[in-house]
C-alpha cells in the first residue's frame, strides 16, 4: 500500500469522532455502575426548535430536547443505538464506511436488537447524528454516507480525487464529458478543487441543467454548473459549501417559481431545513443567492401563457412559509414575492422560459439577470 494513500477521514477527525463515541459509552456506562436508568439527550429535530440568524446564515437548534431513558419499553431502541455507535466505532477503526442499507443489514446480526424495517434504523442513525453534531461530529465522520448520488457538475472546474489503491491524485475535468457531467460521490470531504470560474450556478432540473452544459453555457458566462435535481442532497450541498468556500466565488440557484422551488429546495440549499437543523453548520451554502425565475419574471418576461394554476398544496406551502419559516419571515423581499406569488396564483417552471425559444435562457434571461446580482433575492 503507498504511503500516500488517503484516509476517507483525516486522523484528527477519526480521533474526535472515536473520542465522542467513547465518552458518551461511558457516560451511560457510568450511570449504570450507580445503579440508576441510563439515558441520552438528543436534539429535537423540528421547525419550531430551530432559530435563523442572518449573520449565522443559516438554521440553528434551539435548546429543545428529547430524553431516551432505558426502560421496558425503549430497551429495544436503547439497545439498537448503542449497536449503532459501536457499527460507528468499527468503520472508523477500520477506515472503512456503511450507507444506511448496509447499516439496516448489519443489524440482522444484533439478536433480538436487529430492525425489522428500514425505516426502524434510519431513524436510530438520524438520532446519532443529531445527538453527536452538537459535539461537532457530522454523519460522515461517523462514517454512514448517504444512498443518494450527489448530483452532476460541468463547467470550468478540475476535481483533485485520489485512487483509492494506489493513492495517486486524480484530476478530473469537468469541461472534457461531452455530453455527459462528473457525478458528486457521496464522500465529498477528501476532495480539493481548481478553477477560474466566476460563479457556481446550481439548476433545479436536470432537463435545465442538459440544455445549458450541452450548450456549453458554463464556457460562455465562465461558471460551474451544479445539477441538483430537486432538493439537493447532502452530498450535493456539501460539494457545493466546500467549492464555493474554496474558490471564493458566490453561488447563485436557478429554480421553478412555485412555493416548492422556493420554500423546498433552494431554502434547503441556503439555510438548510428544521429536520436536519444539527446539520445545517455543515451543509448549507449560506452565500447563496436566488437567481431563479420569480413572480416579476413572469409579468416581465411575459409568461402568462406557461404558467400554472397554484394547487392546493402550494398555496398550503407558501402560507406556512410566511407564517412559520424563520428565513423567509427574516426577509421582507421574499415575503413580498410569495406574497405577490399567492396574489397571481400561478406557477412557473424553468422550462416556461422555452416560450420565446428554446435557448432564450441562455441568449437572454441569464445575461441580463447576471448584469444585476445585486439585485438578487437573498
Known amino acids: 500500500m503507498a504511503e500516500n494513500k488517503p484516509k476517507k477521514g483525516s486522523a484528527a477527525k477519526d480521533k474526535a469522532t472515536l473520542a465522542v463515541i467513547k465518552n458518551t459509552a461511558m457516560a451511560i456506562h457510568s450511570e449504570i455502575k450507580k445503579i440508576k436508568a441510563p439515558s441520552i439527550k438528543m436534539p429535537l429535530r423540528s421547525l419550531s426548535n430551530v432559530s435563523y440568524d442572518k449573520k449565522a446564515g443559516f ?22 443505538t448503542l449497536k449503532m455507535m459501536s457499527l460507528s466505532k468499527d468503520l472508523v477503526m477500520s477506515d472503512d464506511f456503511a450507507t444506511k442499507r448496509d447499516a439496516y ?22 438520532d446519532i ?17 448517504p444512498d443518494q448520488h450527489g448530483g452532476a457538475v460541468a463547467g470550468e472546474l478540475k476535481v483533485v480525487d485520489y485512487d483509492l489503491d494506489t493513492g495517486e491524485k486524480i484530476i478530473i475535468d469537468c469541461t472534457k464529458f461531452g455530453s455527459g457531467a462528473y457525478s458528486v460521490p457521496s464522500w465529498v470531504e477528501h476532495l480539493e478543487f ?13 432537463g435545465m441543467f442538459q440544455r445549458l452544459q450541452s450548450h456549453k453555457y458554463w464556457k460562455q458566462a465562465n461558471c460551474i454548473l451544479v445539477s441538483m435535481g430537486g432538493v ?32 423546498n429546495i433552494y431554502r434547503t440549499l441556503k439555510v438548510g431545513s428544521g429536520n436536519a437543523a444539527h446539520i445545517n ?3 448549507c451554502v449560506p452565500n447563496a443567492t436566488y437567481l431563479g425565475l420569480t413572480p416579476q419574471d413572469i409579468e416581465h418576461y411575459g409568461l402568462e401563457k406557461a404558467t400554472h394554476p397554484l394547487g392546493d398544496q402550494d398555496r398550503k406551502r407558501a402560507h406556512d412559509a410566511l407564517k412559520n419559516d424563520p428565513f423567509f419571515k427574516a426577509h421582507k423581499p421574499w415575503q413580498d414575492a410569495l406574497q405577490k406569488l399567492l396574489k397571481m396564483e400561478v406557477r412557473a417552471e424553468q422550462q416556461a422560459l422555452s416560450l420565446h425559444g428554446l435557448n432564450f435562457v441562455i441568449d437572454e434571461y441569464l445575461p441580463q439577470k447576471l448584469k444585476n446580482p445585486g439585485k438578487f433575492l437573498p
Open 59 to 80: 438554521f440553528e437548534l434551539g435548546k429543545g430536547v428529547k430524553k431516551r431513558t432505558l426502560s421496558v419499553n425503549t430497551v429495544k431502541a436503547f439497545a439498537q
Open 105 to 126: 443489514y448489519q443489524s440482522k446480526n444484533w439478536g433480538d436488537a436487529r430492525f425489522l424495517e428500514q425505516p426502524e434504523s434510519d431513524a436510530i442513525m438520524d
Open 129 to 145: 447524528e443529531a445527538m453527536f453534531a452538537i459535539e461537532g461530529v457530522t454523519r460522515e465522520q461517523l462514517r454512514f454516507i
Open 194 to 206: 481548481q478553477t477560474k470560474a466566476s460563479f457556481i450556478l446550481c439548476i433545479e432540473t436536470q
Open 232 to 263: 439537493p442532497t447532502r452530498a450535493c450541498r456539501r460539494f457545493v459549501r466546500r467549492l464555493s468556500e474554496s474558490a471564493k466565488v458566490p453561488v447563485y440557484a436557478f429554480t421553478d417559481c412555485d412555493p416548492y422551488g422556493i420554500g
Open 281 to 283: 453548520q455543515f451543509f
